[in-house]
């Protein structure tokens, strides 16, 4: 079962863009909702992450909006720049078990 | 401070033959992970350890797969036999427990390739 879904599976931005990536829950027991960066032969690295009690989070360029009625969730690159490109994860955490992770989104910033 | 380590970073094995990866967590790490990313999804869980005791390998196929962490520090997946399906990146990560977020720190990897 799919727990978090998330789309677009890829994105071209131009530098500068914001691009925006959503991802949407069914587990409500999940009260932990990172976005891992993950750039090619790497491992994935947390970049933000939201409690549900917030409906927004802020990190330098990156914000995270969360609608906890709609179970979603959307991460907001504001600014884009070329070293952004990489695959970006939205996942849920009930803080028992293991991160449940998004598809993926690969970013491109174009210059 | 050294981050999770893995070895080895690439394998390319026939089908049916075995295979075993490493990995190192981060000093004073409880709790590691072990996932299996195809290419093109996200990360998988395989299992996780609380120190040297198991907490979930519900999604580990137990057939072919098997993993054991030894004094609750290093940790070995291993694979016997291989199936072509099981090529992918088998990320290794760690958590402090305790910590307020569960942010997890992932190794490398290790891509395999099964022929």
């Known amino acids: 079962q799919q727990q978090v879904k998330q789309s677009p599976q890829s994105l071209i931005v131009q530098k500068g863009g914001i691009p925006i990536i959503n991802c949407a829950y069914e587990?409500?027991?999940?009260?932990?909702f990172p976005w891992y960066q993950q750039f090619p032969g790497k491992g994935p690295a947390l970049l933000i992450a939201?409690?549900?009690?917030?409906s927004e989070k802020k990190e330098g360029r990156f914000t995270i909006s969360f609608n906890k009625s709609a179970k979603q969730f959307s991460l907001h690159i504001m600014d884009s720049q070329p070293g952004d490109s990489a695959t970006y994860f939205c996942?849920?955490?009930?803080?028992?078990?293991?991160?449940?992770f998004g598809s993926g989104t690969r970013l491109q910033v174009q210059p | 401070e050294a981050g999770v380590a893995q070895s080895p970073r690439y394998k390319i094995i026939e089908k049916r033959q075995s295979v075993a990866f490493w990995c190192n967590p981060i000093?004073?790490?409880?709790?590691l992970y072990w996932y299996q990313q195809i290419l093109g999804q996200g990360p998988k869980l395989l299992i996780q350890?609380?120190?040297?005791?198991?907490?979930?390998d519900s999604q580990l196929p137990k057939d072919r797969f098997s993993a054991e962490r030894l004094k609750g520090v290093d940790s070995t997946l291993k694979i016997q036999p291989a199936k072509l399906e099981d090529s992918a990146v088998y990320l290794c990560?760690?958590?402090?427990?305790?910590?307020?977020?569960?942010?997890?720190?992932f190794g490398p990897g290790t891509r395999l390739t099964v022929l």
């Open positions: 990560a760690s958590t402090l427990q305790g910590s307020s977020y569960n942010e997890q720190f």
């Open positions: 587990n409500t027991a999940f009260d932990y």
């Open positions: 939201i409690r549900p009690d917030v």
């Open positions: 996942g849920g955490d009930t803080g028992r078990r293991a991160l449940t």
């Open positions: 000093s004073g790490h409880a709790t």
């Open positions: 350890f609380q120190n040297n005791g198991v907490v979930d």
